[in-house]
Protein backbone atom coordinates (compact mmCIF):
# COMPACT_ATOMS: atom_id res chain seq x y z
CA UNK A 1 0.00 0.00 0.00
CA UNK A 2 3.38 2.61 1.06
CA UNK A 3 3.98 1.66 -2.14
CA UNK A 4 1.58 3.08 -4.14
CA UNK A 5 0.85 6.12 -1.93
CA UNK A 6 4.62 6.96 -3.31
CA UNK A 7 3.96 6.19 -6.56
CA UNK A 8 1.15 8.33 -6.92
CA UNK A 9 3.31 11.24 -4.78
CA UNK A 10 5.65 10.61 -7.89
CA UNK A 11 2.85 10.81 -10.88
CA UNK A 12 1.38 14.35 -8.63
CA UNK A 13 4.86 15.91 -8.30
CA UNK A 14 5.16 15.17 -12.39
CA UNK A 15 1.91 16.91 -12.95
CA UNK A 16 3.15 19.88 -11.08
CA UNK A 17 6.18 20.33 -12.83
CA UNK A 18 4.46 19.94 -16.24
CA UNK A 19 2.01 22.70 -15.15
CA UNK A 20 4.93 24.97 -14.16
CA UNK A 21 6.57 24.48 -17.01
CA UNK A 22 3.13 24.99 -18.74
CA UNK A 23 2.84 28.52 -16.76
CA UNK A 24 6.31 30.20 -16.69
CA UNK A 25 8.13 29.17 -20.30
CA UNK A 26 11.84 29.70 -20.32
CA UNK A 27 13.96 29.92 -22.67
CA UNK A 28 16.37 27.31 -21.94
CA UNK A 29 13.82 25.01 -21.63
CA UNK A 30 13.90 22.16 -24.22
CA UNK A 31 11.16 19.54 -25.04
CA UNK A 32 12.60 16.57 -24.36
CA UNK A 33 12.40 14.00 -27.76
CA UNK A 34 9.82 11.38 -26.79
CA UNK A 35 12.38 8.14 -27.79
CA UNK A 36 15.10 9.66 -25.99
CA UNK A 37 13.95 9.55 -22.16
CA UNK A 38 16.06 9.07 -19.11
CA UNK A 39 16.88 5.01 -18.33
CA UNK A 40 16.73 5.55 -14.68
CA UNK A 41 13.52 7.13 -14.03
CA UNK A 42 10.79 5.94 -15.34
CA UNK A 43 8.48 7.66 -17.92
CA UNK A 44 4.86 9.39 -16.54
CA UNK A 45 3.16 6.62 -18.33
CA UNK A 46 5.24 4.24 -16.82
CA UNK A 47 4.81 5.01 -13.44
CA UNK A 48 0.94 6.14 -13.51
CA UNK A 49 0.75 2.00 -15.38
CA UNK A 50 2.68 0.92 -12.53
CA UNK A 51 0.03 2.69 -9.67
CA UNK A 52 -2.71 1.34 -11.77
CA UNK A 53 -1.30 -2.15 -11.97
CA UNK A 54 -0.38 -2.15 -7.84
CA UNK A 55 -4.19 -0.76 -7.85
CA UNK A 56 -5.35 -3.60 -9.65
CA UNK A 57 -3.22 -6.09 -7.66
CA UNK A 58 -4.82 -5.15 -3.77
CA UNK A 59 -8.34 -5.50 -5.57
CA UNK A 60 -7.56 -8.99 -7.07
CA UNK A 61 -5.48 -9.95 -3.95
CA UNK A 62 -9.15 -8.79 -1.55
CA UNK A 63 -11.33 -10.49 -4.42
CA UNK A 64 -9.23 -14.25 -3.79
CA UNK A 65 -9.19 -13.64 -0.16
CA UNK A 66 -13.02 -13.06 0.15
CA UNK A 67 -13.63 -16.04 -2.15
CA UNK A 68 -11.47 -18.31 -0.42
CA UNK A 69 -12.94 -17.10 3.00
CA UNK A 70 -16.48 -17.57 1.66
CA UNK A 71 -15.85 -20.92 0.45
CA UNK A 72 -15.00 -21.97 4.02
CA UNK A 73 -10.96 -21.98 4.05
CA UNK A 74 -10.21 -22.05 7.59
CA UNK A 75 -6.71 -20.55 7.23
CA UNK A 76 -7.84 -16.74 6.18
CA UNK A 77 -8.95 -15.11 9.36
CA UNK A 78 -11.71 -12.60 8.48
CA UNK A 79 -9.46 -9.81 10.06
CA UNK A 80 -7.26 -10.70 7.15
CA UNK A 81 -9.99 -10.15 5.01
CA UNK A 82 -11.60 -7.11 5.74
CA UNK A 83 -8.00 -5.54 6.33
CA UNK A 84 -7.08 -6.52 2.28
CA UNK A 85 -11.01 -5.52 1.55
CA UNK A 86 -10.38 -1.94 2.96
CA UNK A 87 -6.95 -1.59 1.58
CA UNK A 88 -8.67 -2.26 -2.36
CA UNK A 89 -11.05 0.12 -1.27
CA UNK A 90 -8.54 2.49 -0.05
CA UNK A 91 -6.46 1.98 -3.07
CA UNK A 92 -9.40 2.70 -5.35
CA UNK A 93 -10.81 5.53 -3.73
CA UNK A 94 -7.31 6.92 -3.87
CA UNK A 95 -6.64 5.96 -7.76
CA UNK A 96 -10.15 7.97 -7.81
CA UNK A 97 -8.68 10.64 -6.48
CA UNK A 98 -5.67 11.22 -8.95
CA UNK A 99 -7.40 10.22 -11.57
CA UNK A 100 -9.73 13.60 -11.03
CA UNK A 101 -6.91 15.78 -10.19
CA UNK A 102 -5.36 14.39 -13.53
CA UNK A 103 -8.69 15.39 -15.69
CA UNK A 104 -8.40 19.06 -13.63
CA UNK A 105 -5.10 19.41 -14.68
CA UNK A 106 -5.93 18.20 -18.32
CA UNK A 107 -9.04 20.78 -18.43
CA UNK A 108 -6.70 23.79 -17.01
CA UNK A 109 -3.62 22.96 -19.76
CA UNK A 110 -6.40 22.79 -22.43
CA UNK A 111 -7.63 26.41 -21.20
CA UNK A 112 -4.94 28.25 -21.51
CA UNK A 113 -4.63 30.97 -23.74
CA UNK A 114 -1.14 30.58 -26.05
Known amino acids: MI ?14 SLAGAATAPSTDQVV ?4 ASD ?5 F ?3 LQNALDRVDGA ?20 SDVMVSL ?3 NLALQMASGVRDKVVAAYSSVMNMQV
Open 86 to 88: EQA
Open 59 to 78: IANADASAKAFSSGDQNIPL
Open 3 to 16: EAVSALGSVLSELQ
Open 45 to 47: TQS
Open 39 to 43: ASAPS
Open 32 to 35: PDVG
